[in-house]
C-alpha cells in the first residue's frame, strides 16, 4: 500500500463548477499538508499549507485535513480554465524526515 | 524576483555520458532538494542538502551524485551508472527542513 493514495483522474469539468479533490494517507504521523499545483512543464508551485485538521480557506481555495479519519481535500470553487493543471497533495513526515508526495490529480477545466 | 533556476530545460545524455543538471536558488534557504518526476508517479527524492559541504541520499541515489559547495547551488550529475535516465528533473530548496519547498521549472533528460 502507498503511504498517499491521490486518483490521478483525469478531472474533466466545466468552467464555474466547485472542484473537489481528494488523499488519504496511512501514516498517522504526518505532522504537515499541503497542496502544490503543477502546469505542464513546470516546477510545482505551493497553494496551501497547513498543520492542523480543520478547513484553511485562501480566495477560491480551501484546504480540509481529517486527521482521524487520514484524509485531506483541496476545494476549488468558481473553477477556471486557468486551474486545469495537474495538483499533488504532500505530507511532511517527521519520522522520515522528508516530503511524501501524492502521484498528483490532473484538472482540466472547459469553458 | 527571489526563486530557483534550473538549466538547462532540456539535455540529452547519449550512452556512457554523464551530464550536470544546474540548480541556482537565490532565496538565502539552507535546505537543497533534487527530486526526479516520471508519469504518473509522485515526486521522488534523489538527495538532499541541509548545509554547505553536507548532503544525503534520498529515495533513489544510485547513479547519481551532487555537491553543495555554496548556498546557492546544487548541482547534480547523473551518470552513466543510471540505467534510466530519461525522467524530469526538479530541483527544490526551503529555509528550514521542516519547511514548505519552493520548486524550480525543471529540466527534461532524455536518452539520445
Known amino acids: 500500500q502507498k503511504e498517499v493514495e491521490q486518483d490521478p483522474g483525469p478531472l474533466s469539468v466545466p468552467e464555474g463548477a466547485i472542484v473537489s479533490l481528494n488523499c488519504t494517507y496511512s501514516?498517522?504521523?504526518?505532522?504537515?499538508f499541503m497542496w502544490y499545483r503543477q502546469y505542464s512543464r513546470k516546477g510545482p508551485e505551493l497553494l496551501m499549507y497547513t498543520y492542523s485538521s480543520g478547513n484553511k480557506e485562501d480566495g477560491r481555495f480551501t484546504a480540509q485535513v481529517d486527521k482521524s479519519s487520514k484524509y485531506i481535500s483541496l476545494f476549488i470553487r468558481d473553477s477556471q480554465p486557468s486551474d486545469s493543471a495537474t495538483y499533488l497533495c504532500t505530507m511532511f513526515s517527521g519520522g522520515y524526515n522528508k516530503l511524501i508526495f501524492g502521484a498528483g490529480t490532473r484538472l482540466a477545466v472547459h469553458p | 524576483d527571489g526563486g530557483i533556476t534550473q538549466s538547462p530545460k532540456y539535455l540529452f545524455r547519449k550512452e556512457g555520458q554523464n551530464v550536470t543538471l544546474s540548480c541556482e536558488q537565490n532565496l538565502n534557504h539552507d535546505a537543497m532538494y533534487w527530486y526526479r518526476q516520471d508519469p504518473g508517479q509522485g515526486l521522488r527524492l534523489i538527495y538532499y542538502s541541509q548545509i554547505v559541504n553536507d548532503f544525503q541520499k534520498g529515495d533513489i541515489a544510485e547513479g547519481y551524485s551532487v555537491s553543495r559547495e555554496k548556498k546557492e547551488s546544487f548541482p547534480l550529475t547523473v551518470t552513466s551508472a543510471q540505467k534510466n535516465p530519461t525522467a524530469f528533473y526538479l530541483c527544490a530548496s526551503s529555509g528550514e527542513f521542516d519547511q514548505p519547498q519552493h520548486f524550480g521549472d525543471g529540466t527534461r533528460l532524455s536518452i539520445l
Open positions: 501514516n498517522s504521523a504526518f505532522q504537515y
